[in-house]
């Protein structure tokens, strides 16, 4: 059976965690494959509205097994508040929450050292979550990462010492200001290794290779989205792991050939949160009122988000590197009631137009060059079939399909759950 994988093909924040948990009664396994704490995804049902960072959006459906793939990097003290903020609906995370023992640890000092790293950087500094995503990648490339499965391993705290204190003396080569108390910063985290060390650690390879072999249906979540991406986002306001879909064979262990959809998610519209380019960033009205209707703050640091139109000529290209097989636009209620809606699709890139992605798109270079079209004023919330879209919104739903060559398979109109339209 193949593997589907669900990745967000803008600046993160798309809507993967609710799409995954929508599809998640279809699947027996869902994987995240890649990212830390540094994501944020929000699902929304019965009336409460949840944020997961690191713990699988299919946590809290009974048919599902969820695994923290061997891609991934895990702060054992964020992961203890995620468990603690899940106690209360009695779900049985032992058995249905399986961590890979290849995934990396974050540890205190990584965190400190992305301050520092940050701080050093001044005006140029990446917007980083602050999570010690970029400090973790690097060890894990440099081959000095401490490991999940490190943890049975009877000198795991020796390797631990080691490590801090090389990030310590890293820390002072910065010469930043950092004030810090690493004891208390390692009460804390030797209490949520002990927590973690309680969960099933396993080699995700091997249970996701029995699985597709039972012929199980599993799902790869990814995080952050394709413009974040290590390789091919806007370098170097990037995240540090590969959030396309080559990501997903290398974070968990899935060969090329056994992938099967690729759902790609966008908004109807652009966010950003951090540093970079974004060249049809809207500062006036319009971006203003995307803004406070979508509700765009970072649900894992609660910055705002810059927001701006479509943007095609980006989203094609994320199309392309993905293999995208399905689409699914989001947060379409929240362009209700604009008069026209402007999409990107070209630029002016050093006076000449172009319709593919240019290595430098910072804003010197580039200007986006927009088509009107048409906008809707239906309140689209409560709107659960796709014949009672209005038309204007049809025009530009089939617009996008023509234009990116991949069918829009959802479209979402709010956050809940139910707020769901199949096409
Ligand atoms: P993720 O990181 O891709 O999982 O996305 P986030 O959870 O960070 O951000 C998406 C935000 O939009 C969350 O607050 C969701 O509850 C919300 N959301 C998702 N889909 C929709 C939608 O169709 N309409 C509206 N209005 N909000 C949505
Ligand atoms: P989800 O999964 C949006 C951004 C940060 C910063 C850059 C690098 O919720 O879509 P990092 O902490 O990785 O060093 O930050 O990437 N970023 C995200 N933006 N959604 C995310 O995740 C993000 N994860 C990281 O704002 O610009
Ligand atoms: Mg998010």
Known sequence: MAVDLLLGLQWGD??????????????????????????????????????????????????????????????PVIFKKELDNLKKFNLDI?????????????????????????????????????????????????????RVGDLELNNWQEK????????????????????????????????????????????????LYQAQKANQKILAEGAQGSLLDIDF???????????????????????????GDVFGI????????????????????VGATMGKVGNEFGATTGRPRRCGWLDLVALKYAVRINGVTKLMMMKADVLSGFDKIKVCT???????????????IEAENVSPIYREMKGWSEDLTTFTQKDQLPETLNEYIDFLEKELEVPIKIVSVGPDRTQTILR
């Open 14 to 75: 798309e809507g993967k965690g609710k799409i995954v948990d929508v599809l998640t009664k279809d699947y027996d396994i869902i994987a995240r494959f890649q990212g830390g704490p540094n994501a944020g995804h929000t699902l929304e049902f019965d009336g409460i509205k949840h944020v997961l960072h690191t713990i699988p959006s299919g946590i809290f459906h009974e048919n599902a097994i969820n695994i923290v793939g061997n891609g991934v990097v895990i702060d």
């Open 94 to 146: 032992k058995s249905k929450l399986l961590i890979s023992r290849k995934a990396h640890l974050i540890l205190p000092t990584h965190r400190l050292l992305d301050a520092a790293s940050e701080a050093s950087k001044g005006k140029a500094k990446i917007g980083s979550t602050l999570k010690g995503i970029g400090p973790t990648y690097m060890d894990k490339t440099g081959r000095n990462g401490m």
């Open 160 to 207: 631990y010492r080691a490590l801090a204190n090389k990030h310590e003396a890293m820390i002072d080569y910065y010469d930043v200001a950092i004030e810090y108390d690493l004891r208390e910063l390692e009460t804390d985290f030797f209490k949520a290794i002990k927590e973690l060390k309680e969960l099933t650690f396993i080699d995700s390879e091997e249970h």
């Open 233 to 259: 986002g806007t370098y170097p306001y990037v995240t540090s792991s590969t959030t396309t879909a080559a990501g997903a064979c290398t974070g968990l262990g899935i060969p090329p050939n056994k992938i």
């Open 266 to 285: 966008f908004k109807a519209y652009t966010t950003r949160v951090g540093s970079g380019p974004f060249p049809t960033e809207l500062f006036d009205e």
């Open 346 to 360: 070209a630029y002016n890139y050093k006076g000449t137009e172009v319709t593919h992605l240019p290595y430098n």
